[in-house]
Each structure stands twice: as C-alpha cells, then as structure tokens.
C-alpha cells in the first residue's frame, strides 16, 4: 500500500533562512511520483514542484528544491530565503502505478515564517 | 489558461437538500479529479475520469455522491441528499497525463446544516 509520512506538525523558520520540510514514502512500484503542494490560509492548492522515481536530479523550481533520496524513500522539500509569504501548510503526496494516477497526500506541515 | 474553475466558492444547504458542485478543467488535461478535503482525514480522493470516462469511483462514500463528465470542459459533482458530515472543501483538480501534476481549483467549501 502507498503511504506518505509527514512527521513535523508544525515548523517555525526566520526570514530570509532556508527550511526543509521532511517526506518519506512507501511504495513498492518502482515508477512513481513525487509532488509538493502549497496551501496558504486562504484554501486554495498550489502545486510547487515534481519528481519523477527515474529523475536522475533534484528536482528545482526558483527557492524550492526537492531533495529526493531514493534508497531512504524520502522527498524533502528545501525552501531557501524564507519569506513572509512562505507560511503555510505543505502537503507531500505521491502517485504511482498501482494507484493508477491517485495522488496520496501526507498530512502536511504547517510553516511559520517569523520576520 | 484561467487555471481549473470550481463554482461556487461556498455552499450553504440544509440537510436533505441536492447539492451540485461544478467543475471545468484546463483545456488540454486528460484527467480530472474530485477530492475532499476535512480536518479529521485530510485530502482524499473522490473520483477521477480519463478523458471524460469515470475511471475509479473507489473514494466516492457512498450512494448519496455521483459524479458526471458529460464533455471535456465540465464535471460535476452531486450529494443527494446531503448530510452534515458531508461539510467539507471539495477540490476538483485535472492534469495531462497519469502521473504529472494536478492543478487545483479553488475549491467548494460545502456547509450542510
């Protein structure tokens, strides 16, 4: 079965540092995939950034960057320069094969950004 | 492209009532979705339909929901009758191919008192 683990609640970061939000995952097909996604206060999803289980890199979108580990099955998200902006909740989800384009969501990660 | 559009953006019903959620992907997406979002299960996913065919129903809750794609730019997503533990955000979501991102709508946030 997919599982994605998000196993910080909630996480506080300064202005301007960078942060990293932890993912791991669980899957045993080996074509999958890997997604971040932003959902500010006022509700909406916003997709951030993507990997595929055969990227060869990181994947990179501007300040954010995924830090994939394949033999640990985790899928970090590294925001750099932190801003205002930035706080919110994170969800990592995956999809695979078997699930046939169902996207599993973790339970999320709640950013604060401190000025 | 405007982006996946949800209308309306908040519902209001009383219990029993029909409630319709509507949904029009961005042109060129394959899939549509359906999830749900509460406090207590996070997002999950309700349904999603491969060029406009209802591929798995397998998240759906029960006989009250029903989900349609007549044609490659709507969808929409009916409660009949609506309870209160039906409250929540419904997202509609699509996307080119299988695996590739989804892009959100706004979402619904139904209320059923």
């Known amino acids: 079965a997919q599982k994605i683990t998000q196993t910080q609640p909630g996480m506080f970061v300064q202005e301007k540092e960078a942060v990293t939000l932890d993912c791991t995952y669980d899957t045993s097909d080996p074509s999958y995939g890997l997604f971040w996604y932003k959902q500010p206060s006022s509700g909406e999803m916003i997709f951030l950034i993507y990997?595929?289980?055969?990227?060869?890199q990181n994947a990179t979108e501007g300040r954010y960057s995924l830090n994939f580990q394949k033999a640990r099955k985790s899928a970090n998200l590294v925001i750099s320069a932190s801003q205002l902006g930035d706080s919110a909740m994170y969800f990592c989800a995956m999809s695979d094969g078997g699930s046939q384009g169902n996207l599993i969501f973790g339970k999320g990660t709640k950013l604060s950004v401190k000025p | 492209d405007a982006g996946v559009i949800q209308s309306p953006r908040h519902e209001v019903t009383e219990m029993g009532q029909e409630v319709t959620l509507r949904c029009k992907p961005i042109s060129g997406h394959d899939y549509l979705f359906w999830y749900r979002q509460t406090m207590m299960r996070g997002l999950e996913l309700l349904i999603y339909?491969?060029?406009?065919?209802?591929?798995?129903d397998s998240g759906m809750p029960e006989d009250r929901f029903s989900a349609k794609m007549p044609n490659a730019s709507f969808s929409n997503l009916k409660i009949q009758p609506s309870e209160p533990r039906d409250s929540a955000v419904y997202f509609c979501a699509s996307s080119l191919g299988l695996l590739d991102e989804q892009y959100f709508g706004p979402g619904t946030r139904l209320t059923v008192t």
């Open positions: 990997q595929g289980s055969y990227d060869q």
């Open positions: 339909f491969n060029n406009n065919v209802p591929i798995d």
